[in-house]
Each structure stands twice: as structure tokens, then as C-alpha cells.
């Protein structure tokens, strides 16, 4: 079975510019949430998607957005791009909702310049 | 004050020690995960529980719900074994634990 795969795996843009990271969860999982980890706040919950519907969502401000397509595939978009939006981005994959055994993908690795 | 704290931050070992990192919530918590980041960003999970004790290989895992503590001991430290260790559930998680083991 394939794991979690997020792309890209790196990422540079500029401030202002807007970027949209790609999360696909293992075959069958219906559950994917959102993490940004920096060196001073390790992991922090953006948002959990599950069947298409948003069911949690994290203390970010709303340039972070995200959805999940029927395929159970999620994208989180990050508008207007601070210097501080620099982090990995960590998508997890559930079979199920809530606090159930996750797999996690390698990440993206955005760097804001 | 953070919801998940671990203890230590940092921690060096020499090779065949055996180690403690503790977690400590003060949120409900229905299940505590321990994940694994080596260097380079991927995350594995090693344990999820709710209650006493699981182990896998040379690392254990044990909770106490009424305390809010769970720890996670590895047995016969190995260099292989330096990574980030980080705990948490109901998606809040620590800052993690940097171990180091030296050969």
C-alpha cells in the first residue's frame, strides 16, 4: 500500500505570492489533517478534512485554507505569504475522524524569501 | 503554558543507555500518540494508547490517564535512534524531544 505522499517536497516563493500544497492519503483513508511545524512551535494543527468536509480547524489566521476533493485527496492553499509562513508542512493520513492512528507524509518544505 | 509539554527539550546518550522522555497534558486526551522525525522532516508513528503499556522492539510506551503522563523509555540506546520524539493526541502535540545518541 503506498504511504502519504505530499507534494512538492520543497518549495521558494515570495512574500506576497500565494502557494498550493498537495496531500494524498493512503487508498481507502478518509481523514487528512494539516500540520506546520517550525523550530520554535514544533507541530501545529492547521485543519482536519474528512469526506470533503472541514471538521476542525486550528488558531491560523484565514490566508490558510485547504479542501479535500472526493477522492479524498487535500490541497491547503496559503495566501499573501509572510516570512514567518516559512515551515514544514506536514499532511497525516486517518482511515478515520478524529484521534485515530495517523500516517504522516514526508512534508513540504517552504522557504518565504 | 503549552497544553502537551515533553521533558527533556535535548538529550545526549552514549550508545546502550536506556532512556526517558516524559509528556505531560493538561487537555483530555483520548489516545497519546509518540511519533518518530528523523532529520530530513518524515514522521512515523510508534505508538498510539489509552491506557497501561505498549511496547515494540527496544521502546515502550506507558500512560497514565489519571495523571496525565505517559513516558516513552528506549532500552539498549542506539545512534540509529537520534531523532526528534514528539507526543500528543486530539491534534495538539509537544514541542517534542531532540535525542542524541552517541556511539
Known amino acids: 500500500k503506498a504511504g502519504v505522499t505530499q507534494t512538492p517536497r520543497y518549495l521558494i516563493k515570495t512574500r506576497g505570492q500565494q502557494v498550493t500544497l498537495s496531500c494524498s492519503p493512503i487508498?481507502?483513508?478518509?481523514?487528512v489533517s494539516w500540520y506546520q511545524q517550525t523550530p520554535g512551535q514544533g507541530l501545529q494543527f492547521l485543519f482536519e478534512?474528512?469526506?470533503?468536509?472541514?471538521?476542525n480547524k486550528g488558531n491560523f489566521p484565514g490566508r490558510f485554507s485547504g479542501r479535500q476533493f472526493s477522492n479524498s485527496r487535500s490541497e491547503m492553499n496559503v495566501s499573501t505569504l509572510e516570512l514567518g509562513d516559512s515551515a514544514l508542512y506536514l499532511c497525516?493520513?486517518?482511515?478515520?475522524?478524529?484521534?485515530?492512528?495517523?500516517?504522516f507524509g514526508q512534508g513540504t518544505r517552504l522557504t518565504v524569501v | 503554558k503549552n497544553e502537551v509539554e515533553q521533558s527533556p527539550q535535548n538529550l545526549t546518550a552514549q550508545e546502550g543507555e536506556f532512556i526517558t522522555i516524559n509528556c505531560s497534558y493538561s487537555?483530555?486526551?483520548?489516545?497519546l500518540h509518540w511519533l518518530q522525525q528523523h532529520p530530513g522532516g518524515g514522521i512515523v508513528s510508534l505508538f498510539m494508547?489509552?491506557?497501561g503499556k505498549k511496547k515494540h522492539g527496544r521502546l515502550i510506551a506507558t500512560i497514565n490517564i489519571q495523571e496525565k503522563h505517559s513516558s516513552l523509555h528506549i532500552t539498549a540506546s542506539h545512534p540509529r535512534d537520534s531523532a526528534v520524539y514528539i507526543c500528543?493526541?486530539?491534534?495538539?502535540f509537544g514541542k517534542g524531544t531532540k535525542l542524541s545518541v552517541k556511539p
Open positions: 497525516a493520513s486517518s482511515a478515520l475522524q478524529g484521534n485515530t492512528e495517523a500516517f
Open positions: 487508498s481507502g483513508h478518509r481523514s
Open positions: 478534512y474528512f469526506s470533503e468536509t472541514q471538521r
Open positions: 487537555v483530555g486526551i483520548s489516545a
Open positions: 494508547l489509552s491506557s
Open positions: 500528543g493526541g486530539n491534534l495538539i
